[in-house]
């Protein structure tokens, strides 16, 4: 299997802009989460889906974020507009049962 | 709201030593779990332990979950340079369906 694949790796912007991450879950998971990581905060869940539906998203830290996932292999997370402290690598895992496998990763640099 | 606390949160030791990484959390919980993260890598799945008193080991590595306590251990046998890392316990609420709550990490840097 692949496991968790994501896109882009990197991401470089500057503020204002839009940014969309891609993420394609592993396959037969129904379960898809995204988490935000910094030195200052850690690891923060963002939101997460079952089943392509949202079940929490209190993480998500304001209105410039949004989530979707139309189908059961996809989902994105949408920074609008984009500012830098919204600088982060930004995860995303998926699990069928217990254990959630995550994907490489984006590194967002927001100038 | 559910808290996870680690400790150290950074440790160095010299390879051929013993030591353990701790993990308190606040809440009642049913499931931990272990990862470890390298230096600009993503997280990688080590221990998921889901009853009182459960052990599992692979390689120098042993976990164990005290439920009674809200305490986990991650303990490491005979380091070596190979186990430089980031070590994370994750902790799942009862009610809060497949939510993780993540500990701050533990750094791990094992001279030679």
């Known amino acids: 299997d692949a496991g968790v694949i994501q896109s882009p790796r990197h991401e470089v912007t500057e503020m204002g802009q839009e940014v969309t991450l891609r993420c394609k879950p592993i396959s037969g998971h129904d379960y898809l989460f995204w988490y935000r990581q910094t030195m200052m905060r850690g690891l923060e869940l963002l939101i997460y889906f079952n089943n392509n539906v949202p079940i929490d998203d209190s993480g998500m830290p304001e209105d410039r974020f949004s989530a979707k996932m139309p189908n059961a292999s996809f989902s994105t997370l949408k920074i609008q507009p984009s500012e830098p402290r919204d600088s982060a690598v930004y995860f995303c895992?998926?699990?069928?049962?217990?254990?959630?496998?995550f994907g490489p990763g984006t590194r967002l640099t927001v100038l | 709201e559910l808290k996870v606390e680690q400790n150290p949160l950074f440790l160095s030791m010299q390879e051929g030593k013993n030591y353990t990484i701790y993990c308190n959390y606040s809440?009642?919980?049913?499931?931990l779990y272990w990862y470890r993260q390298d230096p600009g890598k993503s997280l990688e799945s080590l221990f998921v332990?889901?009853?009182?008193?459960a052990v599992k080991q692979e390689g120098r590595l042993m976990a164990s979950l005290d439920t009674k306590a809200r305490l986990s251990t991650l303990h490491i046998t005979a380091a070596v340079h190979d186990l430089s890392a980031t070590y994370f316990c994750?902790?799942?609420?009862?009610?809060?369906?497949?939510?993780?709550?993540f500990g701050e990490g533990t750094q791990l840097t094992v001279n030679p």
């Open positions: 994750a902790v799942g609420e009862l009610t809060s369906g497949s939510r993780l709550t």
């Open positions: 895992a998926s699990s069928v049962k217990d254990t959630q496998y």
């Open positions: 332990l889901l009853s009182n008193g």
């Open positions: 809440t009642t919980s049913d499931r």
